[in-house]
């Protein structure tokens, strides 16, 4: 398209004509993706960035999309997308931009991979209490914390690199994009309240805070107005506070109704068990059953607690992770158990059946998080165990899981493409620290 | 390169068409007469009468390249390997990107051709690129038309593909890059004049490789397919034949280097997401 003799001008010039970014996916909109947000950031640090959320609706009801991207003082830019469904993560692409001609981003059910063996990269001092990962400008970074410290462990040339979380520690935090610019901001519970601390290239400045004291957390688009909103936990409160897509929130005490079936919260994550397009809550408890908390069909975002989604039986919960475990795009349910191994509950029709036993290896051990993530590229999702030590797990679908390697000890694990080379590498946090496995 | 006709093709081949009017009635007429005879098998008389096509300086080229087509099939079918030989060179020497069309489902005659091709026209006989397109049975002025293309073999070596168009009766035909819709599939929109009397618009595909060399092929210069365009758009006299439209043409083309550099910075189309254009680095 810069073919001309304009364009060649422009070239001797020293200036470089703009290009169509493509925004793709073989996910169907809307009934696999309903949403998504584009980032696109310039490689130089003091660079410009561009970022938005699209509800995929009317006129944008169909992929693919373009943006017209025009470089002005860039010499390459980094863009990323994230797919949302029932306002929840569903699927995360990648792409660089150099100038030289269009690029196309993906978001499609299967992520990328990388063939070869694994690579393990030296560990560097980092907590190892929970860890997530955030993605925006200059790429993805994870974010671990403990009660008295935290840290943003990224990976630079081949190596793992730590700086120290802005405010420190904290007793839960999560990753989302809490002001619609398409990066991943945290909310970190720790003093009594939640802190909003927003993404800036690779690390975080600080935001406003919600005043509730928290010890699980979640985001997610309840009542899909297109708007993250948050939810946190603790005792037997769980609270729902609105996003207003610039980074306010604030709490609607009568949209959760829980009909008096949770009596301790541990954790808390967001999916769309029922498949009616509309977020609904898990909230795993430290004596109590799972329990799930079905949002309104009416999209109001008012979450009400359902009997019998999840068997009736006491875990103590470390840990919940939501996620498509035997590829079949709906939301399953892992957990980690205190003192026991973990739990697989496979989604069949809305109801999550345990499934632990002819899935997971057997004894499983015990792990105090876990991770999803299609690791080997076969579409199929794979599982990492933060144990002792932790345990990589292959996905195979219907089939058990069954084991890949095992790494080292580990209280946290992270899926996620730390070195931006579009395909998912694991971050395991131990008492030796962050150690990268990559490919 | 492969036959590369699309299953997806929903519109007309824009036949070779004799006009009793035009300067090549002539050669048109004896392409005409050689295609029946080939028909018939009568391959020796068919060879000598379509000759004369091949020499006819008024014949177009479609019509050149077609004869050369027949005798070349011809002469195969009858033993003449080496006739066959020179009228496929002579053949691909006029149109390097010519796809044998498989009139004769011989795979034989496919191998034959496709090894002269191999060596007169080497970049395009490396690919193994495979085509095939979907267009709109019609359109209206004014507006775009959408043309959707998958390389169903070899996408990987393609690195742009173009719709090559005109508007029917037009020699020249103006190039519209393809953009990227997936791995395997581009999607270009090619602009229709407004006008208030329904036209056709003619175009081909081509996919390119390195150093723009023709990979694949759907249609042809000679032999495009065809689009019918409804009036639409406002019409009546060309926008482009307006005193205002060409005053300010000229008072743009009298710009600066400045100008040159923002018309560059605007050749890509707004895209469909809100805000259409963005500048990373302002």
């Known amino acids: 398209m810069r073919c001309s003799v304009v364009a060649a001008l422009a070239s001797l010039a020293g200036c470089q004509a703009g290009v169509t970014l493509t925004i793709d996916s073989d996910r169907a909109v809307p009934a696999e993706l309903d949403a998504m947000c584009l980032g696109i950031a310039d490689r130089d640090v003091g660079g410009g960035s561009f970022g938005r959320s699209y509800r995929l609706i009317d006129r944008l009801a169909t992929l693919p999309q373009t943006l017209a991207v025009e470089p002005g003082g860039a010499d390459a830019a980094s863009v990323w997308a994230t797919g949302y469904r029932a306002g929840v993560v569903v699927a995360r692409g990648s792409a660089g931009l150099d100038f030289a001609g269009d690029a196309v981003v993906r978001i499609d059910r299967c992520p990328q991979a990388r063939g070869g063996a694994a690579i393990s990269a030296a560990a560097v001092a980092a907590p190892a209490g929970p860890a997530v990962a955030s993605h925006g400008p200059g790429g993805a970074v994870v974010v671990a914390i403990d009660a008295s410290a935290g840290a943003i462990v990224d990976a630079r040339g081949g190596a793992l690199t730590t700086d120290p979380l802005p405010g420190g520690g904290g007793d839960a935090l999560v990753a989302a994009d809490l002001d619609g610019d398409c990066d991943d901001d945290l909310a970190i519970a720790r003093g009594g309240q939640v802190e909003i601390w927003w993404r800036q290239r690779r690390g975080f400045v600080a935001g406003p805070a919600v005043a509730t004291a928290a010890v699980a957390l979640a985001a997610a688009d309840v009542d899909g107005d297109g708007d993250l909103d948050l939810i946190t936990g603790a005792g037997a409160a769980v609270t729902l506070w609105r996003g207003d897509g610039a980074g306010g929130f604030a709490a609607d005490a009568g949209a959760i109704d829980p009909r008096g079936v949770i009596t301790a919260v541990a954790a808390l994550a967001a999916g769309d068990l029922d498949g009616d397009g509309h977020a609904d809550l898990i909230v795993g408890q430290t004596a109590a059953p799972v329990v799930a908390l079905l949002g309104d069909p009416g999209g109001t975002g008012a979450l009400t607690g359902a009997p019998g989604v999840f068997p009736a039986t006491a875990r103590a919960v470390a840990a919940v992770v939501a996620g498509d475990v035997d590829g079949d795009l709906d939301t399953d349910v892992a957990i980690a158990v205190v003192g026991g191994g973990p739990r697989l509950f496979v989604n069949r029709g809305g109801l999550l059946e345990d499934r632990s036993f002819d899935r997971l290896p ?69 008492p030796a620290g962050a150690t990268w496995v990559h490919r | 390169m492969r036959v590369a006709a699309g299953a997806l093709v ?207 092929r759907i249609a042809s210069p000679d032999t495009p397919l065809s689009i019918p365009v409804g009036a639409g758009g406002g019409g009546g006299r060309p926008w482009y034949g307006r005193w205002y439209v060409i005053t300010g043409a000229a008072v743009l083309a009298a710009g600066a280097t400045g100008a040159v550099i923002w018309a560059a910075s605007g050749q890509v189309d707004d895209g469909s997401l809100p805000p259409g254009r963005v500048t990373v680095t302002p």
């Open chain 1, 362 to 430: 057997q004894p499983a051990p015990t792990a105090a998080a876990l991770a999803i993530g299609d690791w080997d590229g076969d579409c199929q999702p794979d599982l990492v165990l933060a144990a002792t030590p932790a345990v990589a797990l292959h996905g195979a679908g219907d089939a058990p899981f069954t084991v890949e390697a095992e790494l080292a000890a580990a209280a946290a694990v992270v899926a996620v493409d730390l070195d931006d080379d579009g395909a998912d590498d694991r971050v395991v946090l131990g």
């Open chain 2, 10 to 216: 929903a519109v007309a081949v824009v036949a070779v068409a004799a006009h009793a009017d035009a300067p090549d009635a002539r050669a048109r007429k004896a392409l005409a007469e050689g295609e029946r005879l080939f028909a018939d098998q009568e391959y020796a008389r068919a060879v000598k009468a379509l000759i004369p096509v091949t020499r006819d300086g008024n014949a177009a080229r479609a019509v050149r390249v077609r004869a050369w087509e027949l005798i070349a099939l011809a002469r195969y079918i009858d033993g003449d390997l080496g006739g066959a030989r020179d009228a496929f060179e002579r053949l691909l020497e006029a149109d390097p990107g010519f796809q044998l069309r498989d009139t004769s489902g011989s795979p034989r005659i496919r191998a034959f051709f496709d090894k002269i091709r191999a060596e007169v026209v080497p970049a395009a006989a490396a690919s193994d690129v495979d085509l095939e397109h979907a267009a709109p049975r019609g359109a209206i002025a004014g507006g775009k038309v959408e043309l959707d293309v998958r390389a169903t073999r070899g996408a990987d070596e393609v690195r742009a593909v173009v719709v090559l168009y005109r508007r029917l009766g037009a020699l020249g035909y103006r190039e519209q890059p393809a953009r990227s819709a997936a791995d395997d599939r581009w999607r270009a929109a090619v602009p229709l004049p407004a006008a208030r009397q329904a036209y056709a618009v003619e175009y081909y595909v081509e996919a390119r490789g390195t150093a723009g060399a023709v990979l694949a």
